[in-house]
């Protein structure tokens, strides 16, 4: 009975939760009461898993606050966390009953103050310069005019008309516009794309791929040009194939993307002017360059004039080179009749010489032993054919069994194509020969031509004659009763009878005399 009426024990008449009511509870306490909220640390362990969700804790002094970013909202942080850099994170509270954890759902980070921006910077800039991403040697030349400019820059604001404004008052060129965000989340991935994209094109196709490329953004906070500092624009300007020219800010203001572009232009406006040059200028420059080359080459024409003539005063006259060829010609014309002359008597005598051994007698007797030998080998001839006959018919006879026809035809019709192809190149051989032998003949002829009395009479030379002989001295033309001369084109006789006029009879070639 004392069971009945005794109190229980204390707390036995609190209520009992599972562990996973306690979770929720939790949960929707911590969602209730902070719900969204701004928290700033220091960023410590960051680790992104392989499903793209990111994982990283905020922690000053004393606590650490565990952070999540999921996969679908890091495209969406305008700036991502990294080891170190203090920033602030906005986000709601929630807790994971499966470890008994709490953190915070962060979509939006920024850093804390300038010089935590600075820091970060600073250290993005070291690591890309280990990487040769500054190196000047890396750096591609500007093309002096191009054709087609590539600006990158928002469609919306003043850098786009300067651009354009400069560009049309120094040299109009085609400019193709990628419009893009120039600051906020969306800025450092769209530029990376634009700068992608113009290298993608095709040089001369419909969209034609520009030969200069201009990245280009008004002044800011650091916090406003904070997207060309990423390193995603950063590494996009160093793969790019077309030269760049970033003019990002003003003079005074530095960003990643012009340690990397291949020139730095202070202001979107000096980026035109830097991309082109002054027509006008460029004209007078030509001008000038077109005179210039005008005057050297007539002077040049000038001295060469002046060298030729100072030159040809020293060579000798025509006449002088010909003398010396022309008189060992006549030399050798007079000198052509006697050798000609000397030449017919050696071959005379040699004629003479080799007939005097061909008499009548001698070749009868050789006559007549060749044909006492042949009477001999006539009677022994055919006894001995007989036998060669016989012999062979008997060899034949073995034989006759293994002979066919076909060997014979094949061997006879391969001799027929080799004799073909003799006769062939034989014919064409003596052809070849012919036509050499005439080709000599003709050149021997015209040199005949050449150096006959004829060519000689062609000059206005004259052969005489007295009664039938040549004269070669005055005493032998006043001893003759009439002299016939000889000119190029026929003869005439002046003597006792008269002169006869000039008849163009065949000439007949000198026996041995003189021209006149």
Not at 427 to 435: I, L, M, P
Request: net charge positive; aromatic share 4%.
């Amino acid at each position: 009975m004392s069971d009945l009426i005794d109190d229980p024990r204390p707390g036995q008449n609190m209520p009992e939760y599972t562990v996973s009511e306690v979770s929720g509870a939790v949960k929707k306490t911590l969602e209730d009461q902070f719900g969204r909220i701004r928290v700033r640390g220091e960023v410590g362990r960051v680790f992104t898993a392989r499903s793209g969700h990111l994982y990283y804790d905020v922690k000053d002094d004393r606590s650490v606050l565990a952070c999540t970013t999921w996969k679908g909202q890091v495209s969406q942080l305008s700036v991502i966390p990294e080891e170190g850099l203090e920033v602030v994170v906005t986000g709601r509270m929630t807790a994971f009953g499966g470890q008994s954890k709490y953190n915070l759902n962060v979509d939006e980070v920024t850093v804390a103050g300038e010089g935590a921006l600075m820091a970060m910077l600073e250290k993005r800039k070291k690591a890309l310069a280990a990487e040769g991403l500054f190196d000047p040697a890396r750096k591609k030349e500007l093309p002096y005019l191009p054709d087609i400019i590539g600006v990158i820059t928002s469609p919306s604001g003043a850098v786009i008309r300067d651009i354009l404004h400069r560009l049309r008052d120094r040299f109009p060129r085609k400019v193709l516009v990628w419009p893009v965000a120039v600051q906020g989340a969306a800025c450092a991935p769209e530029v990376a794309r634009a700068i992608a994209g113009f290298n993608a094109l095709t040089p001369g196709g419909a969209l034609p791929r520009p030969d200069l490329l201009i990245v280009a953004r008004g002044g800011g906070s650091i916090e406003d040009l904070w997207g060309f500092n990423e390193e995603i624009v950063a590494r996009a300007a160093a793969a790019s194939e077309i030269p760049l020219i970033s003019a990002v800010g003003h003079e005074t203001d530095t960003t990643l993307i012009d340690y990397v572009s291949d020139q730095r232009a202070p202001t979107p406006t000096a980026a035109a002017e830097i991309a082109v040059p002054v027509r006008l200028e460029l004209l007078g420059w030509v001008g000038d360059q077109q005179a210039r080359m005008t005057r050297a080459v007539s002077q040049r024409m000038q001295t060469r004039d002046q060298r030729l003539r100072d030159l040809a005063r020293a060579l000798p006259r025509p006449e002088t080179l010909l003398s010396g060829p022309t008189q060992r010609l006549d030399l050798m014309v007079d000198r052509l009749p006697r050798a000609l002359t000397r030449s017919v008597d050696l071959r005379r005598g040699r004629l003479i010489e080799a007939s005097a051994s061909l008499r009548p007698s001698l070749l009868s007797r050789a006559l007549a032993e060749q044909r006492r030998r042949f009477d001999q080998s006539a009677t022994r001839l055919a006894p001995g054919l007989a036998r060669v006959v016989e012999t062979k018919r008997e060899a034949l006879a073995r034989r006759a069994d293994r002979l066919t026809l076909k060997p014979i035809e094949r061997d006879l019709a391969v001799k027929r194509d080799r004799l073909d192809a003799l006769t062939r190149r034989l014919s064409s051989a003596g052809q070849a020969q012919v036509k050499d032998w005439r080709s000599r003949l003709t050149a021997l002829d015209r040199l005949r031509e050449t150096l006959g009395y004829k060519e000689t009479l062609k000059r206005g030379y004259a052969v005489v004659r007295g009664d039938g002989a040549v004269v070669t001295t005055q005493k032998a033309a006043q001893a003759a009763t009439a002299l016939e001369i000889e000119f190029a084109d026929g003869r005439m006789t002046v003597g006792a009878a008269g002169a006869k006029p000039a008849t163009k009879s065949r000439p007949k070639p000198p026996e041995q005399g003189s021209l006149f």
